[in-house]
């Protein structure tokens, strides 16, 4: 729990190596919110961090748009 009170901001956190940080963080206690332009696998991964029993929520979010940005912030 070496992030216990800690929110991790995770971009392309859908699939792969996003995924399993996002993952990886909340087994370590930190509350994850996570982008991505892809809805259909965020939504694993966001039942993933669920099943942690962590605090996990996705914003779509395409990195090239500034608004999507600071929306995910």
């Given at each position: 729990?070496?992030?216990?009170?800690?929110?991790?901001?995770i971009t392309g956190a859908a699939?792969?190596?996003?995924?399993?940080?996002?993952?990886?963080?909340?087994?370590?206690?930190?509350?994850?919110?996570?982008?991505?332009?892809?809805?259909?696998?965020?939504?694993?991964?966001?039942?993933?961090?669920?099943?942690?029993?962590?605090?996990?929520?996705?914003?779509?979010?395409?990195?090239?748009?500034?608004?999507?940005?600071?929306?995910?912030v």
């Amino acid at each position: 729990m070496r992030l216990e009170g800690k929110v991790a901001v995770i971009t392309g956190a859908a699939t792969g190596i996003g995924r399993a940080t996002a993952v990886l963080f909340a087994k370590e206690g930190a509350r994850v919110v996570f982008g991505d332009v892809n809805d259909a696998e965020a939504r694993e991964t966001l039942r993933l961090i669920d099943q942690v029993g962590i605090a996990g929520r996705f914003v779509h979010c395409d990195v090239r748009e500034g608004g999507d940005v600071r929306r995910l912030v």
